[in-house]
T-cell receptor, first 109, second 113 residues
Framework: GENVEQHPSTLSVQEGDSAVIKCTYS??????FPWYKQELGKRPQLIID?????GEKKDQRIAVTLNKTAKHFSLHITETQPEDSAVYFC????????FGKGTSLLVTP | EAQVTQNPRYLITVTGKKLTVTCSQN?????MSWYRQDPGLGLRQIYY???????DKGDVPEGYKVSRKEKRNFPLILESPSPNQTSLYFC????????????FGPGTRLTVT
């Protein structure tokens, strides 16, 4: 499938700080960009998604921004809490759904 | 309760011994797929199915088989498992392939010795 690059692979922040995870993609036909959260020992679950006709979407402390021209999208988590610690996967969908390699986020109290 | 189930959850087997991992969903989803998750490599798709009797290869299909005889079931078959197939496997289902939420099963941790 088409590659989606995700950075950073690991991220450590202090509780209350913000965390940003970035993804870039190559398929210009991509029009759906979901983010999944996987807690330790659990299954991935959708936390937020954005479609190509929208530049930003928010849901409480999380937000996703999309720049179709530059082919990148980002996940923003504000006021991080220890329960935000997990692996986060971005994905993009054009011909098929492609996942990034994941970012392991650690929020320390 | 809407869910995706997988069995077994854990399996230790030996090289060459055929095994099947079952996957079932009760949400009437048309699309089902299998992923493997390995450290540093993320989620890689093995096979997917758009509907009953319609299956296709994903990114890493070698060594795996699937079938979709019923809408709710999508078993993953390893005819001759090898140690490089030691991994965490997830089944997923959704209403469609591209722009729909994927519902993942709980995962199957497979070890091939």
């Amino acid at each position: 499938g088409e590659n989606v690059e995700q950075h950073p692979s690991t991220l450590s922040v202090q509780e209350g700080d913000s965390a940003v995870i970035k993804c870039t993609y190559s398929d210009s036909a991509s029009n759906y960009f979901p983010w999944y959260k996987q807690e330790l020992g659990k299954r991935p679950q959708l936390i937020i998604d954005i479609r190509s006709n929208v530049g930003e979407k928010k849901d409480q402390r999380i937000a996703v921004t999309l720049n179709k021209t530059a082919k990148h999208f980002s996940l923003h988590i504000t006021e991080t809490q220890p329960e935000d610690s997990a692996v986060y996967f971005c994905a993009n969908s054009g011909y098929a759904l492609n996942f990034g390699k994941g970012t392991s986020l650690l929020v320390t109290p | 309760e809407a869910q995706v189930t997988q069995n077994p959850r854990y399996l230790i087997t030996v090289t060459g011994k055929k095994l099947t991992v079952t996957c079932s969903q009760n949400m009437n989803h048309e699309y089902m797929s299998w992923y493997r998750q390995d450290p540093g490599l993320g989620l890689r798709q093995i096979y997917y199915s758009m509907n009953v009797e319609v299956t296709d290869k994903g990114d890493v299909p070698e060594g795996y088989k699937v079938s979709r005889k019923e809408k709710r079931n999508f078993p993953l078959i390893l005819e001759s498992p090898s140690p490089n197939q030691t991994s965490l496997y997830f089944c997923a289902s959704s209403f469609g392939r591209d722009e729909y939420e994927q519902y993942f099963g709980p995962g199957t941790r497979l070890t091939v010795t």
